[in-house]
């Protein structure tokens, strides 16, 4: 009950149970379902966090659920979009997320006041001010210092620089980052601009997975008030210093100013993406998520997807449905990847969808039976740019971009050779630049959905003396 006299539930509660999310109207306050047993307040405030001001919350752990109210509706369908395509975990547990009929939160104190006590300790931390609740409830001291100290373990999937931008950059401005290698472990110092942002961060986050039951954050206050960051590269950057040089005596990319931008949460839907920068679940899902609540998913996700408004003329693949395909990666981690990179990219003049599939597996067909070459095993096939398990190039997976990244280029091939075999694709090159040992290149075209369209057609591309043209997105500006 809410103090008001209004149920919450019917008593049998099944209508509950399958009311769909699209037919609740958006609302401020969310309802929370199929919480672990003996789930904290803490934790659940937590989920609502990085998306704006908690202001009210309701546990009800006798039906291990509960209710969240945000400070403004728009930081409720924030929320809700998110956890819509990345699953909210709580103690490694999947939770349910939607739209409450309620559109306030008015709970009768004596009987919440532990969780009222919690409520009030977080908000003082979001308003910058010393918490007054009883310490026992909850540990929170003012901030000592902006920069924390971030441990990975587990670290089966590679984690970069880039990645940890992403996912801390929810919860205010990113200053500075320092990535190291300690005992054996890979570690990090990341500054924010505002030691709230810190403690935000800490409590959201410490303990989470960046990645489905792997790469677990470890998070503390570092004893350190500033880093001094002498160069911007894959191991160091400083965003409020886009002029300094890598260390190999050039200058930083024009592009690691832009990935300061992210603060706060996104104000729109999750794909969203700045110009030039990652997309918002790029490094989630690499968060790639922000990628637990980082965490891309539950336990055993499907490997499988399902593309679908495809170009009939161009993609033909499921028999009954024309513009749909199925599409299985190796793991679902990777497939979360790549869904959150293409979901809503353009294709062939048509915005594709891509979203994971019920099946587990791609079915080959049957030796002997004809289905009109709608099916193919790839796992042999030369257009893989990743094959080598840990290998470091999958910390250069990144989302569509205008600006390709070029390897493996043949011997004497100059620039307007390049220029013009891109041109022949029907796109048009906007910039070029070689590398120093001229064996790769950058390549930057008009649009993403030209360069989508020229890296289909030239990835693999034969350049004489079996030499192939390898062609991936690049997160670089010419």
């Known amino acids: 009950y809410i103090s008001d006299g209004s149920i919450l539930f019917k008593s049998n509660g099944s209508d509950s149970k399958k009311q769909r999310l699209e037919e609740s109207p958006p609302s401020r306050v969310l ?8 789930v904290s307040e803490t934790e659940v405030i937590a989920l ?31 929320m809700v979009n998110y956890y819509t395509a ?5 103690r490694n547990t999947p939770v349910f997320i939607q739209y409450s009929n309620h559109k306030e939160l008015k709970t009768d104190s004596a009987l919440n006041q532990r969780a009222q006590a919690v409520l009030q300790a977080v908000s003082a931390v979001q308003d910058g001010s010393s918490p007054s609740s009883d310490p026992g409830v909850l540990d929170l001291a003012p901030p000592p210092s902006p920069v924390l100290r971030i441990i990975i373990d587990n670290m089966f999937y590679p984690v970069t620089l880039d990645v940890l931008q992403q996912i801390f950059s929810k919860f205010g401005t990113v200053m500075k ?46 004893k350190l008030v500033n880093l001094n960051v002498k160069y911007n590269n894959d191991k160091s950057r400083d965003y409020t210093r886009p002029d300094l040089p890598t260390g190999d005596g050039e200058t930083a990319n024009k592009d690691h100013s832009l990935l300061g931008i992210y603060t706060s949460i996104y104000t729109t839907s ?26 891309l998913s539950g336990s055993g996700v499907s490997g499988v997807l399902l593309a679908s408004n495809l170009n009939e003329e161009r993609v033909k693949i499921l028999y009954n449905k024309k513009d749909s395909a199925l599409i299985q990666l190796s793991d679902g ?31 080959l067909p ?9 099916t193919k095993d790839f796992s042999g096939s030369p257009l893989h740019r990743f094959k080598k398990p840990g290998s470091k190039n999958f910390q250069n997976i990144f989302p569509p971009s205008a600006t390709l990244h070029l390897s493996n280029v043949r011997d004497g091939l100059g620039e307007d050779d390049l220029r013009l075999l891109f041109s022949n694709s029907g796109g048009t090159v906007k910039a070029f630049k070689f590398f120093q040992d001229r064996k790769m290149a950058l390549i930057q075209m008009t649009s993403v959905e030209e360069a989508i369209q020229t890296l289909m057609d030239l990835h693999n591309y034969d350049m004489g003396g079996n030499h192939h043209l390898k062609v991936s997105f690049s997160k670089s500006t010419i």
Do not use: W
């Open 31 to 38: 309802h929370i379902r199929k919480l672990p047993n003996e």
């Open 48 to 78: 609502g966090l990085p998306f704006g001001k908690v202001t009210n919350i309701l546990m009800l752990k006798g039906k291990n659920q509960a209710f969240l109210e945000l400070g403004t509706e728009e930081a409720a369908i924030t």
């Open 86 to 90: 990345v699953t909210p975990q709580v």
């Open 177 to 222: 980052i320092i990535t190291f290698t300690k005992n054996n472990q890979f570690q990090a110092l990341l500054q924010f601009s505002d030691p709230v942002n810190a403690q935000q961060a800490k409590l959201s986050l410490d303990g989470q997975n960046i990645y489905n039951s792997c790469c677990t954050l470890r998070i503390d206050f570092s």
């Open 270 to 295: 999750i794909h969203t993406s700045l110009p030039g920068a990652i997309s918002p679940l790029s490094a989630a899902a690499a968060a790639a998520a922000a990628a637990g609540r980082v965490a």
């Open 333 to 363: 981690n990777q497939a979360q990847l790549a869904m959150s990179h293409l979901n809503g990219q353009k294709v062939f003049g048509k915005v594709m969808r891509v979203t994971l599939s019920k099946h587990q597996t791609v079915a």
């Open 366 to 374: 049957r030796e002997g039976l004809d289905d009109q070459l709608l």
